[in-house]
């Protein structure tokens, strides 16, 4: 069995090796590339990020479902976090969303983590101009 931590070092893992194949230019502005050294899984922290680019994945919650005498469905639920900073309102908008556009392609492509779970899908994307 999987722990939910494990689940989420795989992302991770996969976000740092594969999200750079993804990122196309926004307009006049590319997006940076994205290492394991731009990913953590914490709670976001834009005060201390290392980076002017940082994903941030957070655990939310997660739902388990008896489907059998010997097997669960377990379902968890994280939000990743897109911060951006250092740059002009504008080139941070480019950014991020250039930053969304190559996870969602990302994961579309590969829906279970190359093999390592049943699946992923993104539910929704939240825009905040500021995070204080």
Known sequence: MKTEMQ????????????????????????PESIDSNNIEIDFPDPDNMKRNSMLYIQPDNETLET??????????????????????NADLICKVF?????????????????????????????YYPQVT
């Open 67 to 88: 489907l059998s005498m010997s097997s669960d469905l377990a379902t968890m639920n994280a939000s990743v976090f897109i911060l951006c900073k250092g740059s002009r």
């Open 98 to 126: 250039g930053y969304y556009s190559a996870l969602y392609r990302m994961l579309r492509g590969n829906q279970t983590l190359s093999g390592y779970i049943e699946g992923v899908m993104i539910t929704d994307m939240d």
């Open 7 to 30: 689940v989420l070092e795989r992302l991770k893992d996969m976000i740092a090796s594969q999200l750079d194949d993804h990122i196309e230019a926004q307009g006049s502005m590319t």
